[in-house]
């Protein structure tokens, strides 16, 4: 056997012990889901549901992309799982034209957005933490933005992150300048963060 065919080989080897990876997760959440459940844990055993969900349909997704209505779904399960961490005050629209609905996007690229608003914007101690996700066209460029409520933060403040510095790094890589991340934010009413991608997101350069 030559070396190519045993690359070939560990690669299928390789691809097949993956798979089985996803499927032991998820069946392993199960099984603790189901003991929440007979314990009378319903709430904890909501939110293992809200993950199973995630990873299901998206967490193992085996594309480097995905539309804009699946990266919507997974956004919602996200959501889900943090609106218990607000007492059930979090609340969220998404404001998404008939024209960008089934656009490709990179995959993950509006969660760590999400994230950074859940984690650093919005807060449990704020009366009505809320959040929209918006993506419509204009004229050649597909527009996606996170808005939320939140405390904002000033200028010196604004290091971006991991996960927003990721989003941009990562749209270079694919897009080059033709590409924008842009934000903005005033201290004590919100932050909004706004997604350019040309070629209305359907492809790379």
């Not at 998820?26 to 904890?44: A, F, H, P, Y």
């Not at 085996?62 to 609106?83: A, G, I, M, R």
Request: glycine share 8%; net charge negative.
């Amino acid at each position: 056997m030559d070396s190519m065919q045993k690359e070939l080989q560990a690669a299928k080897l390789s691809a097949l012990q993956n798979q089985i990876v996803p499927h032991y997760i998820v069946n392993s959440l199960e099984t603790i889901r189901m003991k929440l459940l007979l314990d009378g844990q319903s709430e904890s055993a909501e939110l293992l549901r809200c993950l199973q969900t995630s990873l299901k349909t998206y967490g193992f997704f085996p594309w480097d992309t995905v539309t804009v209505s699946q990266e919507l779904s997974f956004l919602e399960d996200t959501l889900n799982l943090y609106k218990f961490r607000y007492l059930g005050k979090l609340t969220w629209e998404f404001c998404i034209s008939q024209q960008a609905d089934n656009l490709q996007i990179p995959r993950f690229l509006l969660q760590p957005i999400l994230e950074n608003s859940l984690r650093h914007g919005l807060s449990a101690d704020m009366e009505s933490p809320h959040l929209q996700v918006a993506a419509s066209l204009e004229e050649d460029f597909l527009c996606l933005s996170v808005t939320d409520n939140g405390t904002g933060f000033s200028g010196a403040e604004n290091s971006h992150g991991i996960g927003l510095n990721n989003i941009n790094q990562r749209l270079q890589l694919l897009y080059g300048d033709s590409c924008s991340m842009d934000i903005k934010t005033v201290p004590g009413s919100g932050t909004c963060v706004t997604l350019r991608l040309p070629g209305k997101g359907r492809g790379y350069i």
